[in-house]
């Protein structure tokens, strides 16, 4: 019986089919194929029952292409859409994790293996039959053709389940690679499959311990146990992650005290060995089931050969962790040792440790000994704290000291000096050097542990003993030796005064001055005492009177004439202008301030 084709698309979306979107048009080869399998399905599910069902259109012209994408998923490429379409008909996606165990394809091969025996292999003639050029795994009731099964025993291989030979080689977990590498028609040519070796327990248990993990672990891995893979590959990834970290770090951070802690050998050799020990643990990665780690390809030289190079990651660990503790309170002593002066007790203390820390270091790699360092270095800073408050105590005034201070700058024989500096012959360089000290008599009383312990010097006043000049005193010390001194210098000067004025020359200045000026002059000498508070007419009348007065006689006959010369009467402006004639005519060629 015949039908047309629109009677065997009665009732059928050919859209739905052909899985087309909106805008997507079907063409007459697609109408075909659909209606191809509407009428050809019963007799191709008579034949073929189980045969896989994809989810995209496959044909024997695209078929190579999709399986190309499988097995290179399968050999650890991109997951493309092809690639799951093959993969989730046969069975061995669960969600988006690769699971051959739960495809009843690959169960078949595996019943078939099993029973074959111990140590035998299964051929492939005994996978696939029929004529060569339309050949078939399980024909009655799979009906694959050999790219599936390919497809099938690639994924097998992926879980460790089985190893594949093909001519020249054998592929197991360990070389999954070559699925995507070998071209699929000599893949589809393959021998045999065979058993993998069973796992070498010895082997296992060492590499167990390697990576710290119990050794009893590699007993159930023999017993088909997922455990030890899980604990294995969480191990890797974390001791890659180490590798890294430690490879970065190596160069850059590993410096304490201020001095590299590792040789430009060292670190070449050290960096070899730890690039040594990630392309080993990246090399575990692979053995992600129990079937593959019967594939494991390392012997016990190699996890020999690791464990000096575990030994260097765990060195690094240790210095870096050494660096990360030690390193801010060794850059805080640094500084201060150039707080101090070169000279104080402590700054040898400091450069002796150092040396003798990095002396050690030189040696201790892994760092056994940092209890000791820590100690070291704690008792350094502890004794650097001791030190500078004493000398900052000692260096700066405290607050009753610093009331002393201002009274001193407001004392009475201060003021009384300053106001004798008016006096020419004073020697004011005293009263200068006297300001001078007390200016740099500093205060701070607002010190306190916790600050110092964060900075080296005091945030307050920024005291630096090593930038301090002269002799390093203590600061109340030099405060009473200031108060002291002025009571010297007030009495010096006030001798110097009562000297010079005593002079026969001077003194016959005095009827010269002012009568007002000269009573005050008579008062001092007679006292011999300062008057208090010095007035700035005893300054002036001091100053005339020292100055070196020249007495010049004018008689009223002198002035009546000067003041006739050019006649009279005159006017107020003329007798003026006689007057300071006369005056410039009899001070001619003399200081007039000493006249």
Not at 37 to 54: E, R, S, T
Not at 433 to 452: H, N, P, R, T, W
């Amino acid at each position: 019986k015949t039908k047309t084709l629109q009677e065997w698309t009665k009732g059928v979306s050919i859209r739905d089919k052909l899985r087309l979107g909106a805008d997507e048009r079907a063409n007459f080869r697609d109408i075909v194929n659909v209606i191809s399998g509407l009428a050809l399905k019963q007799h191709f599910a008579d034949i073929a029952p189980d045969y896989p069902v994809f989810s995209m259109l496959v044909t024997e012209t695209n078929r190579k292409q999709l399986v190309g994408s499988a097995l290179k998923a399968l050999a650890g490429g991109t997951r493309t859409k092809d690639a799951n379409a093959i993969l989730d008909a046969l069975e061995m996606l669960d969600g988006d994790r690769i699971d051959p165990g739960r495809s009843r394809y690959a169960q078949e091969v595996l019943s078939r293996l099993k029973a074959k025996g111990h140590g035998q292999v299964l051929n492939r003639g005994e996978l696939l039959s029929g004529p060569s050029d339309v050949e078939y795994f399980h024909p009655v009731k799979f009906r694959l053709e050999p790219d599936l099964l390919v497809t099938v025993l690639g994924g097998l291989v992926y879980a460790g389940d089985i190893v594949l030979a093909i001519t020249g080689d054998k592929i197991d977990s360990g070389k999954i690679t070559q699925l995507a590498e070998r071209n699929l028609d000599e893949l589809k040519q393959f021998k045999h499959v065979e058993a993998p070796k069973e796992i070498n327990v010895a082997v296992l248990r060492s590499l167990f311990e390697l990576l710290g993990l119990s050794p009893g672990l590699a007993q159930l891995a023999t017993q088909g146990s997922e455990e030890p893979v899980k604990q294995l590959l969480e191990a890797v990834s974390k001791l890659v992650g180490r590798v890294l970290i430690a490879g970065t770090d190596l160069h850059g951070k590993l410096s304490f005290w201020g001095k590299p802690l590792l040789t430009d050998d060292e670190i070449r050799d050290w960096r070899a060995r730890l690039e040594a020990l990630k392309a080993f643990t990246e090399g575990l990665t692979p053995y992600n089931t129990v079937g593959k780690l019967k594939n494991l390809r390392i012997g016990s030289d190699d996890i020999d050969a690791q464990k000096k190079n575990l030994e260097v990651l765990a060195s690094v660990e240790k210095l870096l962790e050494l660096v990360g503790e030690l390193g801010a309170t060794a850059g805080y002593l640094s500084q201060a040792e150039l707080v101090l002066a070169s000279d104080h007790p402590w700054v040898k203390q400091a450069q002796a440790a150092r040396k003798d820390i990095l002396d050690k270091l030189a040696t201790d790699r892994s760092a056994k000994h940092a209890a000791d360092y820590r100690q070291t270095l704690a008792k350094l800073k502890r004794d650097y704290l001791t030190a500078y408050v004493a000398q900052h105590s000692k260096a700066r005034l405290g607050v009753a000291e610093d009331k002393t201070k201002s009274a001193l700058r407001k004392d009475p024989r201060l003021v009384a000096m300053r106001a004798l500096a008016g006096i020419s012959l004073m020697p004011t360089s005293q009263l200068t050097a006297f300001d001078d000290k007390l200016d740099k008599l500093k205060s701070c009383a607002s010190l306190v542990e916790s600050e110092l312990a964060a900075s080296p010097y005091c945030p307050h006043c920024n005291f630096r003993p090593a930038n301090e000049q002269g002799d390093f005193l203590p600061a109340a010390n030099v405060l009473k030796q200031l108060d002291d001194e002025l009571d010297r210098l007030l009495d010096g000067w006030q001798q110097t005064l009562l000297d010079n004025l005593d002079d026969p020359i001077i003194q016959a200045n005095f009827d010269l001055l002012k009568a007002s000026a000269r009573e005050l002059i008579k008062k001092f000498v007679a006292s011999k005492k300062l008057p208090d508070p010095v007035p700035p007419d005893f300054v002036s009348a001091v100053q005339e009177a020292l100055s070196g007065l020249e007495k010049i006689g004018v008689t009223s006959e002198d002035i009546k004439k000067a003041l006739l010369q050019g006649g009279s009467p005159a006017t107020p402006d003329d007798l003026r202008k006689r007057f300071e004639a006369f005056l410039n005519e009899r001070c001619k060629g003399k200081d007039a301030s000493k006249l």
